[in-house]
């Protein structure tokens, strides 16, 4: 063989495997700096932190994070304590600006509150709680029962006046059951607005409220009428027994005839009166006139 060739075949060997080794370093190189991960310190909680709960420094932990620390996450401690709970924090899992309430808003119910709204306080029964399924976070309507001001006749009167009410707390329970139990309670606290609370107060203290159980994820209100006991037994009206026959309705008054009386038909009769004197004795005697009726034309004596 030429050594000529040799000496190509060798050579273009030597720049493929000098190709190959600086590719191979530049892939692994790009490859390792991708895969390196960032670390974070972020806070994360040290125990379940229940919706209501004020953060105290025992309760928070820092922990190394693998990667970019989480969007919202809180990394300064000062920015985290003494600032109530709004949504559960579980053991473990970083404390996210959007489940704390603002600082200086303190704990509790009144933490969990949001701009603009109100919590309103009602009192309930077996009956109104829905025997104990109204829990904090479900969805109810409220329809009121009376009468109204005036003179009624149809009775007792139900109108749906709030629609998909969110139920903030059941009693002093301000968090959701897990398993979904029934919570016998007295009093229930609904979110409004600051006109539905003045209707719900009203209606709380003049009227019966019922409160309506609905999915949580039907957000449609639906407009109503209303209805009236009377309307309830439109169809049950009474009827005539068959024996008793049906009174005829009485007939029409006679039409008045009108009679003109005029002057020429009008007869005056006016009895003749005599006095008789007899010596010292007087006596009157009457006689009946039996003239013909009086005319305008009729001709006036005179004397």
């Known amino acids: 063989m030429n050594k000529r060739l040799l000496w190509v075949l060798a050579f ?40 209501g709960t004020l953060v105290r420094s025992a309760d928070v932990r820092e922990l190394n994070w ?9 990394l300064n401690r000062k920015d985290v304590e003494e600032r109530g709970v709004i949504a ?10 959007d489940r704390l309430a603002p600082k200086g808003a303190g704990a509790g119910m009144a ?37 109204t001001p005036g003179s009624n006749n149809l009775g007792s009167l139900s109108k749906t006046i709030l629609q998909n009410i969110e139920v903030i707390s059941a009693g002093q329970q301000i968090q959701k059951d897990a398993e979904g139990k029934p919570v016998q ?36 209100e639906v407009k109503t009428k209303g209805t009236a006991l009377a309307r309830l037994f439109a169809d049950q009206a009474p009827e005539r027994p068959a024996w008793r026959p049906k009174k005829a309705a009485p007939p029409p008054p006679p039409t008045p005839v009108q009679v003109k009386v005029t002057s020429d038909t009008q007869k005056v009769s006016v009895p003749i009166l005599v006095e008789i004197i007899h010596g010292s004795k007087r006596a009157e005697s009457k006689f009946k006139n039996e003239d013909k009726p009086k005319s305008d034309t009729d001709p006036v004596e005179k004397n």
């Open 185 to 220: 309670v007295q009093v229930v606290n609904l979110l409004v607005t600051p006109d539905q609370a003045e209707m719900l107060s009203l209606a709380s203290n003049d009227a019966r409220i019922q409160l309506v159980l609905r999915n949580p994820l039907d957000k449609d």
């Open 12 to 51: 273009a060997l030597a720049v493929s495997g000098v190709a190959s080794f600086v590719l191979y370093r530049l892939i692994s190189s790009k490859i390792a700096i991708a895969a390196k991960p960032v670390d974070a310190t972020v806070l994360v909680a040290a125990r379940d932190l229940v919706m």
């Open 111 to 147: 933490a969990t509150i949001p701009a603009g709204k109100r919590a309103m306080a009602v009192r309930v029964n077996d009956v109104v709680g829905l025997a104990g399924f109204v829990t904090p976070g479900m969805r109810v309507d409220v329809v009121v029962i009376g009468h």
């Open 88 to 97: 559960t924090i579980y053991s473990g899992e970083p404390i996210l600006e």
């Open 66 to 74: 693998s990667g970019p620390a989480p969007s919202r996450a809180i």
